[in-house]
């Protein structure tokens, strides 16, 4: 894994141009229910400016990738309706949820964003364990 990544299980972080992004995600039982095929998880973002300039989360994109290497793109604008800015030093942070048609998958993807003299830069988003506890026994 490159410099400036890190995966330990449903763990991730990257950064890119000082911004460094950190997801943790937890599976969902109460909302699954694995008899139709359906494994909900949630996952919580910190994305924290690490850098000397302020920038704008304008965009997402992320790839979920099934047990069976089944890939899904969802792209959209802001996260959870917000274009966050941040300062040097600031921190976002929310929670989102993905669901699954297999017990076990993965996401990673990027954030488009956006710095004031209108540059633009990809914070990478580093690959992160979607599982049902038991799943990977």
């Known amino acids: 894994m490159p410099a400036g990544r890190r995966r330990e299980g449903a763990i991730s972080t990257a950064t890119t141009e000082g911004f460094r992004v950190e997801v943790r995600s937890r599976y969902l039982e109460e909302r699954s229910d694995p008899s139709r095929g359906l494994w909900v998880h949630a ?35 802001g996260v959870v309706g917000e274009e966050p800015r941040l300062e040097p030093g600031e921190t976002f942070r929310y929670t989102s949820g993905a669901p699954l ?17 209108g540059s633009t830069f990809e914070a990478e988003v580093a690959p992160f364990d979607l599982a049902e506890p038991f799943a990977m026994n």
């Open 43 to 77: 996952y919580q973002v910190t994305l924290t400016n690490v850098g000397t300039s302020p920038a704008t989360l304008r965009s997402r994109h992320w790839v979920i990738t099934n047990s069976h290497g089944t890939e899904e793109h969802v792209r959209g604008a």
């Open 101 to 117: 048609d297999t017990a076990f998958g993965a996401m990673h993807g990027s954030y488009q964003m956006e710095r004031d003299d």
